[in-house]
């Protein structure tokens, strides 16, 4: 029996979307991890780990090491995507709440999309800022129904996590023009792992009194969230004909998020949640249409 491929413009979106998925879990899972073990060795803990499976996986695949004159960008990625993401988005966590974390980090698809429209000359129609805007609309609906805004310097690490994560997002981009997504996504993490390397004695000293749930969890963030969704966006971020067409899926992880946790603690979800739920997806309908509705209104003008 033969099967037919997905069209070119289909994969990248129905990668980004399987990342998002895997992603959604990596927020329930480190709740889980934090109430035992710090948020540094929670980090290391996590990309030891996909570093681990993804070596593994690169010795399989035969992927060989990165030519030196490359290894600066793949350092720099490791250090935007992962390691110094995780450090300023743990220091802004102890002084705001999770809502305005959501809320600012909703953020990266705009400043990727804008970021992308200079450097890539990519162009996002009016159809789709109006769907950004929806989105975030959603966002900020799902976050701050019944919840308070914190401000201060928090606000402050939280976009420069915001700003990191979209930075690596855009050179992301230069990477996997002479390597494959599975090359990229090996060196970054591997590279993210060495510069967390000085968390190392403070990780041994809380795995030494530590029960074994954050220990599974943090294996399993390793291993989903981490080894195999980069790997699937590495791929969608290369393939995607603009850089929006994948980051705008980031809009989902709240929600997700949120009905993970609905359907893991049975809290049913409050109206904010309904309708900002609803918001997200009609704005994420929009963006992936926004050429089809766009081309008859330019055509009716």
């Excluded at 030494?208 to 599974?216: D, E, H, K, R, S």
Aim: net charge positive; no cysteine.
């Amino acid at each position: 029996m033969s099967t037919t491929p997905l069209p070119n413009s289909t994969k990248p979106l129905l990668l980004a979307g399987m990342t998002v998925i895997l992603w959604s879990t990596g927020f329930v899972f480190t709740r889980i991890a934090v109430t035992y073990l710090s948020s540094y060795s929670v980090g290391l803990l996590r990309y030891f780990s996909a570093s681990v499976v993804l070596i593994l996986i690169g010795f399989y695949k035969k992927i060989g090491l990165p030519r030196w004159k490359d290894i600066p960008l793949f350092v720099v990625l490791g250090a935007l995507g992962f390691s110094l993401y995780q450090i300023l988005f743990n220091i802004a966590m102890t002084s705001i709440t999770a809502a305005t974390a959501s809320v600012v980090m909703a953020t990266v698809p705009v400043i990727a999309a804008l970021f992308a429209s200079i450097i890539f000359k990519e162009k996002l129609n009016s159809i789709g800022w109006i769907a950004v805007a929806i989105e975030f609309s959603g966002i900020l609906l799902l976050t701050l129904w019944h919840r308070e805004v914190s401000l201060g310097w928090g606000l402050v690490w939280m976009f420069a996590a915001a700003l990191s994560f979209a930075a690596y997002n855009l050179i992301q981009r230069f990477s996997t023009k002479n390597y494959t997504p599975l090359q990229s996504t090996v060196y970054s993490i591997v590279a993210s792992t060495i510069l967390l390397l000085p968390f190392a004695s403070l990780t041994l000293k809380e795995l030494a009194q530590a029960p074994w749930q954050p220990i599974v969890a943090v294996v399993f963030m390793g291993i989903f969230p981490s080894a195999i969704s980069f790997m699937l966006w590495s791929q969608a971020l290369s393939t995607a004909k603009q850089l929006g067409d994948v980051t705008n899926f980031m809009f989902l992880t709240p929600l997700l998020s949120t009905l993970l946790e609905i359907i893991m603690i049975g809290d049913f979800p409050d109206p904010g949640t309904l309708w900002g739920g609803v918001t997200i997806l009609l704005g994420v309908a929009l963006f992936n249409n926004r050429h089809k509705i766009f081309r008859p209104l330019k055509l009716y003008n």
